[in-house]
T-cell receptor
Framework: DAGVIQSPRHEVTEMGQEVTLRCKPI?????LFWYRQTMMRGLELLIY????????DSGMPEDRFSAKMPNASFSTLKIQPSEPRDSAVYFC????????????FGPGTRLTVT | AQSVAQPEDQVNVAEGNPLTVKCTYS??????LFWYVQYPNRGLQFLLK??????LVKGSYGFEAEFNKSQTSFHLKKPSALVSDSALYFC???????????FGGGTRVLVKP
């Protein structure tokens, strides 16, 4: 398996623009997680899905952030409008619903908002 | 609520010496415990896990971790560190009945030649 795939790997955008981050989980995994990593706040869970349904979005910072999972093999995290404080590395991870539940992470998207 | 503490921001060790990265946790019920490693500009990589059974768990790259229920700890260890072990290490916990992992703040390991 190719592992969790994220695109783009790097994104530079101007404040106010819409940003869409994409994730393809490992085939057969039931859970998908979106995280944000910054120096100041460390690794934060933003939202996670089970079988394409959002389960917990309590980590989403504000209404400017939204996430969707239209099918089992694709998810998006959208920021509209973007702000400089959104600059971070965004990770997607997936896991199985049974077993030991370890999560497998993608390579991340480094977002810079100027 | 579940939580993880990694009390050391950075650990420095000479190559060939033993390496220990500390982790304590708080969770309701029996914990599922994990260690991940992050190399520069990479995602987190799974190292090892404790679910049940033997308190000493062995994982990738020669790492092991010891689960101590009375001290609520899950310290990561390697008998002989390599320069290539220099990275950021995260401890995580999952409580019973949930699928969220709570991560610690991370410990940066620097192994000097």
């Amino acid at each position: 398996d190719a592992g969790v795939i994220q695109s783009p790997r790097h994104e530079v955008t101007e404040m106010g623009q819409e940003v869409t981050l994409r994730c393809k989980p490992i085939s057969g995994h039931d859970y998908l997680f979106w995280y944000r990593q910054t120096m100041m706040r460390g690794l934060e869970l933003l939202i996670y899905f089970n079988n394409n349904v959002p389960i917990d979005d309590s980590g989403m910072p504000e209404d400017r952030f939204s996430a969707k999972m239209p099918n089992a093999s694709f998810s998006t995290l959208k920021i509209q409008p973007s702000e400089p404080r959104d600059s971070a590395v965004y990770f997607c991870a997936s896991s199985l619903a049974s077993g030991s539940y370890e999560q497998y992470f993608g390579p991340g998207t480094r977002l810079t908002v100027t | 609520a579940q939580s993880v503490a990694q009390p050391e921001d950075q650990v420095n060790v000479a190559e060939g010496n033993p390496l220990t990265v500390k982790c304590t946790y708080s969770v309701s019920g029996n914990p599922y415990l994990f260690w991940y490693v992050q190399y520069p500009n990479r995602g987190l990589q799974f190292l090892l896990k404790y679910i049940t059974g033997d308190n000493l768990v062995k994982g990738s790259y020669g790492f092991e971790a010891e689960f101590n229920k009375s001290q609520t700890s899950f310290h990561l260890k390697k008998p002989s560190a390599l320069v290539s072990d220099s990275a950021l290490y995260f401890c995580a916990v999952r409580g019973a009945g949930g699928n969220k992992l709570t991560f610690g703040g991370g410990t940066r390991v620097l192994v000097k030649p």
